[in-house]
DNA sequence: CGAAAAATCTACCGATCGGTTAGGAGCGTG
DNA sequence: CACGCTCCTAACCGATCGGTAGATTTTTCG
């Protein structure tokens, strides 16, 4: 057994956070360019320069990095996000949420990468609607600011409107010219008429 | 070299003709159930009551089988939407197909597993925006059915609903409960005021 | 019936998968 | 110096992957 210690409360080495956070970095990269499947022990370790079992001296198993790397994008997501959303009043944060979402995808493909393929890849126990679950409470409080109407079904909308961020943006990670800030201006009039009464 | 005719033009047997469709049935069970890798040829052959060698006698290879499982779903898929959509005028062909579009990936959620599947795992080569191409046409033609304003990009429009269209699905996927038909109205009343001038 | 063709089986191949084991540098500390 | 700890390597394991070769059964048809 030469394994990690696991949910230690010590403090890590500097050598053992960089080599984590290095191995988190390659396998975003992995993921994202040659998909979950594709993001093998030894792929990340060649990547990384040393071996499988270094790599599973750092994380006990695959799967560990695979969900450390996948955390880390979300993290880093929504961070950015939520950052951009509370410096707008409540009637247009749904706005600053599809605009600040869109913005930080395109400028960070691996992580779009690596969080839609963890999204598919994990069967069954990741609710979409949890997802946007965060949008669907600036719809809701959105409508309440502009007076009413709240009776419209905020999840299905964050629902809807969560599918079209996702969708502008895989359209930009295949053609890189594509324009996903007139399109996000594009969703946002479609939303807009949903959020007054 | 025990393998199929390839490209023949050969009419096929009736046994092979039987064989070739469970195979693609299985093989679209277990894409849908366990993902693209969790298809394997021993998989396939095991829910299809035969072995891996009788399987790569029907199809040269693995990819083959997964490609026309693929194929066979989105035949299904488009064959009915037309159906559907030319019942319509031009002016509301777009609410027509986002209406049968969920209705029908609703009715066979294999089908649609197997089609997002493929989507996600085809790296590369499958353009988001041709998927919705025939969308974008048919959005261009409401709006100049309407009275003008074309000008507003029929593409971006088609992507931002189509991923309307996925998320909904993908909801209903998780929560079997889920209200499909609300939320499809619910996106054709975001989709509707971009159709007029 | 008997032979050709179609369909399938058994058995194997090399490659790769995630993971384990044992050990050995390098380094700071008593 | 010797001990202990961190970080890593070399070698290996059993399982599974897609695919192949050749024998064998089943079907078709003259």
Redesign the pocket.
């Known amino acids: ?5 696991e949910g230690a409360t ?1 403090e ?5 956070r960089a ?1 984590r956070t290095q191995l988190i970095e390659v396998t975003i990269e992995l993921v994202a360019d040659r998909g979950y ?7 990340i ?1 060649e990547r990384a ?6 790599v ?3 994380f ?5 990095v695979v969900r450390a790397a996948h955390k880390h994008a979300l993290a880093a997501l929504v961070a950015d996000v939520a950052g951009t959303v509370e410096a707008a009043d409540a009637a247009s944060r749904p706005a600053a949420y599809v605009r600040s979402m869109v913005g930080h995808l395109r400028e960070h493909p691996r992580h779009t990468r690596m969080i839609i393929e963890a999204m598919v890849h994990d069967d069954g126990d990741s609710d979409p609607a949890a997802r946007w679950r965060p949008l669907a409470e600036l719809i809701s409080a959105a409508r309440a600011a502009r007076g009413g109407n709240g009776d419209t079904d905020a999840r299905t909308t964050a629902i809807i409107v969560g599918g079209g961020i996702d969708a502008i943006v895989a359209e930009q990670l295949h053609d890189p010219d594509y324009d996903t800030a007139a399109a996000a201006e594009h969703l946002i009039e479609m939303l807009d008429p949903t959020l007054s009464p």
Not at 1 to 5: E, L, S
Not at 12 to 16: F, P, R, S, V
């Open positions: 057994m030469t394994r990690r210690r010590g890590l080495t500097l050598i053992e080599r499947g594709g993001a093998s022990l030894a792929a370790a320069g040393i071996t499988k079992a270094a599973l001296y750092h006990p198993t695959k799967d560990a």
